[in-house]
C-alpha cells in the first residue's frame, strides 16, 4: 500500500469526484476548493516534483494540459478562463508530493498570487 494520497486515489483505494480518466492521467475535485471550480490532474505514475521530470515526461506534461483544457471546456469555464497552478517544494506550498496541477475557476482569480 502506498503512503502517498494521490496514488491512492489513482487506485482507487481513497475515493475522489473524479472528472477525468484516460488511463493515465485522472482528474478529480479538490477536497479543500479555493474556488467554485478546483480540479487537481494527476498522472497516475508518481513523480513526487516538477524537479523529478524527465525528458521522457514530456509528453505526459503535454497530456496533463490537454486532460486540462478538455475538463475546463466540460465544466463551461474554459470562455470565462481558468488558471492552472503546479507547485513546487516549500515556498509554493507544494503539500502533496505527487505532481498535480491545479485548475482553478468560476471567480475572478487576482493576478499576481498574494
Ligand atoms: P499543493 O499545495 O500540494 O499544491 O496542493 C495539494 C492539494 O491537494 C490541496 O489543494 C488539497 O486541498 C488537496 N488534497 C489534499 N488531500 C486530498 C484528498 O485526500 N483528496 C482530494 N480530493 N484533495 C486533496
Ligand atoms: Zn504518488
Known amino acids: 500500500m502506498s503512503d502517498c494520497i494521490f ?4 487506485t ?3 475515493p475522489a469526484t473524479t472528472l477525468y480518466d484516460d488511463g ?8 479543500n476548493p479555493e474556488a467554485p471550480v478546483h480540479v487537481l490532474l494527476i498522472p497516475r505514475r508518481h513523480i513526487a516534483t516538477l524537479n ?3 525528458a521522457a515526461d514530456a509528453t505526459l506534461i503535454g497530456r496533463l494540459y490537454l486532460a486540462g483544457k ?3 471546456a466540460e465544466l463551461g469555464v474554459a470562455e470565462s478562463g481558468y488558471r492552472t497552478v ?12 505527487h505532481i498535480h ?6 471567480r475572478e482569480l487576482g493576478w499576481p498570487p498574494g
Open 7 to 10: 496514488c491512492r486515489i489513482a
Open 12 to 14: 482507487g483505494e481513497i
Open 24 to 31: 493515465e492521467i485522472l482528474a478529480f475535485r479538490d477536497i
Open 52 to 54: 523529478d521530470l524527465a
Open 70 to 72: 478538455q475538463v475546463a
Open 86 to 97: 503546479i507547485n513546487c517544494n516549500r515556498d509554493a506550498g507544494q503539500i502533496v508530493f
Open 101 to 106: 496541477m491545479h485548475l482553478l475557476a468560476g
